[in-house]
């Protein structure tokens, strides 16, 4: 699979509520390890999936609704929802390009001059990024006379990286695109994947793609939600049907290690809500200068156990306290419209601006007022559900993607 699919910030997709309800499956077993004994961290019942935005006649009539139980795995620490819905019916249509936040542009610039300075890349080098987006982070490198290689799926977003002469492959990511490219020679130095290996259900098979296609002396630069920020702050917006996985970098390091891999860097980052960037090279390879910071963030893991249950326990009971936080939330963006329940699925559901704006929100509640929570947002961009968009952005939909929402 299955989903390159978002580029930074996640998933910010648009995709309408689909048709017939999709095939959907309901693990009983960790997808890192296969152990079956995962252990539910929180059940939220059924949920409506948070990008399934409604046409107006659809507003009022039953909608499709899916599990959604957050687990963890006493076996390899992963955490995880249960439920697959097929990234087919998730990713069909984007609504985000990466290139309109200002935020994710600087931040993928910095990243981009350090990687070349840190790995001595040059125009003999090879970068790929998995789920590129619209070129938001391959320009850098192009711009740099650097070779660089997109995939992504949504051939609406491909289709600008290319025309702004970033080649791209409008294709899913997994072992099997991964071998196809490998046998025709492709190997790379360095390549990106942001927010995307939480989307992928296959989590071994895209780890394996990244191991095929990494040189000898290659680097993965990952960047996936940290499950410890999620946690610790509370974020019980950031978790939905389109996010499966929630890494440590315990879990992370275990999973890697299954496809012949190490972490040499790890950084977290503020982005999204609460980030980690790790560097994953091949075991034992030619490159295994492990930073000292992938020890210090270790250890602070194992401080605070983050590889047992114990640390998610209480996670499950702040829930209860998720309707406070909501009224204040109401109280400073003006909020009027809907229950309670349904606030909170909005703010559940990672709900962007734009998504309000068409007040066709999962859920069927309409009519939720928009103004004063750009208000507050231009004043706190974290105050509204942890998102980071600018007002560009909001209004930076896409005609086709889009329509619905208008
Ligand atoms: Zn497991």
Same mark, same amino acid.
């Given at each position: 699979?299955?989903?390159?699919?978002?580029?930074?910030?996640?998933?910010?997709?648009?995709?309408?509520? &689909?048709?017939?309800?999709?095939?959907?499956?309901?693990?009983?077993?960790?997808?890192?390890?296969?152990?079956?004994?995962?252990?539910?961290?929180?059940?939220?019942? &059924?949920?409506?999936?948070?990008?399934?935005?409604?046409?107006?006649?659809?507003?009022?009539?039953?909608?499709?609704?899916? &599990?959604?139980?957050?687990?963890?795995?006493?076996?390899?620490?992963?955490?995880?929802?249960?439920?697959?819905?097929?990234?087919?019916?998730?990713?069909? $249509?984007?609504?985000?390009?990466?290139?309109?936040?200002?935020?994710?542009?600087?931040?993928?610039?910095?990243?981009?001059?350090?990687?070349?300075?840190?790995?001595?890349?040059?125009?003999?080098?090879?970068?790929?990024?998995?789920?590129?987006?619209?070129?938001?982070?391959?320009?850098?490198?192009? %711009?740099?006379?650097?070779?660089?290689?997109?995939?992504?799926?949504?051939?609406?977003?491909?289709?600008?990286?290319?025309?702004?002469?970033?080649?791209?492959?409008?294709?899913?990511?997994?072992?099997?695109?991964?071998?196809?490219?490998? $046998?025709?020679?492709?190997?790379?130095?360095?390549?990106?994947?942001?927010?995307?290996?939480?989307?992928?259900?296959? !989590?071994?098979?895209?780890?394996?793609?990244?191991?095929?296609?990494?040189?000898?002396?290659?680097?993965?630069?990952?960047?996936?939600?940290?499950?410890?920020?999620?946690?610790?702050?509370?974020?019980?917006?950031?978790?939905?049907?389109?996010?499966?996985?929630?890494?440590?970098?315990?879990?992370?390091?275990?999973? %890697?290690?299954?496809?012949?891999?190490?972490?040499?860097?790890?950084?977290?980052?503020?982005?999204?809500?609460?980030?980690?960037? !790790?560097?994953?090279?091949?075991?034992?390879?030619?490159?295994?200068?492990?930073?000292?910071?992938?020890?210090?963030?270790?250890?602070?893991?194992?401080?605070?156990?983050?590889?047992?249950?114990?640390?998610?326990?209480?996670?499950?009971?702040?829930?209860?306290?998720?309707?406070?936080?909501?009224?204040?939330?109401?109280?400073?963006?003006?909020?009027?419209?809907?229950?309670?329940?349904?606030?909170?699925?909005?703010?559940?559901?990672?709900?962007?601006?734009?998504?309000?704006?068409?007040?066709?929100?999962?859920?069927?509640?309409?009519?939720?007022?928009?103004?004063?929570?750009?208000?507050?947002?231009?004043?706190?961009?974290?105050?509204?559900?942890?998102?980071?968009?600018?007002?560009?952005?909001?209004?930076?939909?896409?005609?086709?993607?889009?329509?619905?929402?208008?």
């Amino acid at each position: 699979m299955t989903s390159t699919l978002c580029s930074p910030p996640a998933s910010r997709r648009a995709s309408p509520e &689909p048709k017939a309800r999709p095939a959907r499956r309901t693990r009983a077993a960790c997808r890192g390890c296969g152990g079956k004994r995962l252990k539910t961290i929180l059940d939220f019942g &059924p949920m409506p999936l948070a990008n399934a935005f409604r046409t107006a006649d659809q507003i009022g009539r039953p909608e499709s609704r899916y &599990p959604l139980v957050l687990a963890f795995c006493p076996g390899c620490s992963l955490v995880q929802i249960t439920e697959t819905i097929p990234a087919r019916t998730l990713f069909e $249509r984007y609504l985000y390009y990466s290139s309109t936040s200002d935020t994710v542009l600087d931040a993928s610039r910095e990243l981009v001059e350090r990687t070349i300075r840190e790995r001595g890349l040059t125009a003999a080098s090879h970068v790929l990024e998995i789920a590129s987006n619209d070129g938001y982070l391959l320009q850098f490198y192009a %711009a740099r006379g650097i070779p660089a290689l997109g995939i992504e799926p949504a051939r609406n977003i491909a289709r600008k990286a290319r025309e702004r002469g970033i080649p791209t492959l409008g294709r899913f990511f997994g072992r099997e695109l991964a071998a196809r490219l490998a $046998r025709d020679g492709f190997q790379a130095d360095v390549i990106h994947a942001n927010n995307v290996l939480a989307h992928a259900e296959d !989590v071994h098979g895209f780890l394996a793609g990244i191991k095929m296609l990494l040189k000898p002396d290659g680097a993965g630069v990952i960047e996936v939600p940290y499950v410890k920020t999620l946690v610790e702050r509370l974020e019980f917006d950031t978790i939905y049907h389109e996010h499966i996985f929630y890494f440590s970098l315990a879990s992370l390091e275990r999973l %890697a290690a299954a496809q012949g891999m190490e972490i040499t860097g790890a950084e977290p980052l503020a982005i999204h809500g609460g980030s980690l960037r !790790v560097t994953l090279s091949h075991a034992g390879g030619m490159r295994r200068d492990i930073s000292e910071q992938v020890s210090i963030l270790k250890r602070e893991e194992e401080r605070l156990g983050v590889a047992s249950f114990d640390f998610y326990a209480p996670f499950a009971g702040q829930r209860n306290h998720a309707p406070e936080f909501l009224r204040n939330w109401q109280r400073h963006s003006g909020f009027r419209r809907g229950s309670q329940s349904g606030k909170a699925r909005a703010l559940h559901s990672g709900h962007q601006p734009a998504d309000l704006r068409a007040g066709k929100a999962p859920g069927g509640h309409a009519g939720l007022r928009l103004a004063p929570q750009l208000e507050l947002r231009r004043r706190d961009p974290r105050a509204a559900g942890g998102v980071q968009k600018t007002r560009r952005e909001i209004h930076s939909t896409d005609s086709g993607a889009a329509g619905d929402l208008k």
